[in-house]
């Protein structure tokens, strides 16, 4: 198994718990310990189920602290916005695909 692979217990509870059929639901795989950067699933933003490619918004502090801990705001290179904190960590992409708008800029960047 693959560290960006979904774990199987979260497969499990999917499959078994809730009856989805395989392939017919997206997880992502585990937390991505020091996140400073790249693809990646954060919490509650981004579009279209995918997953995009961050960079740190350049800030003149470390990150803010919020009722989530020390949060660090990221950007994409599509544009959306998010942010990182100990309680909403960044996660790895598992099953969703790479944001094609992300994919072509950091191609083009040389980011891999
Ligand atoms: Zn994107």
Redesign the pocket.
């Known amino acids: 198994m693959k560290e960006t692979d979904p774990s199987p217990e979260v497969r499990y509870v999917l499959e078994q718990g809730l009856g989805c059929a395989p392939g017919s639901y997206k997880a992502s795989g585990g937390v991505i310990e020091n996140f400073t950067g790249g693809w990646a699933i954060l919490c509650f933003v981004g579009r279209n189920e ?1 997953s ?2 961050w960079r740190k918004m350049k800030l003149s502090v470390a990150g803010i602290i919020t009722r989530n801990g020390l949060t660090v705001p990221y950007e ?3 544009h ?1 916005e998010g942010a990182v904190s100990d309680r909403t960590p960044a996660l790895h992409r598992g099953d969703f695909p790479r ?1 094609k ?2 994919q072509r800029i950091a191609h083009r960047w040389g980011m891999k």
């Open positions: 995918r995009h490619y994409s290179l599509c959306a944001c708008t992300c």
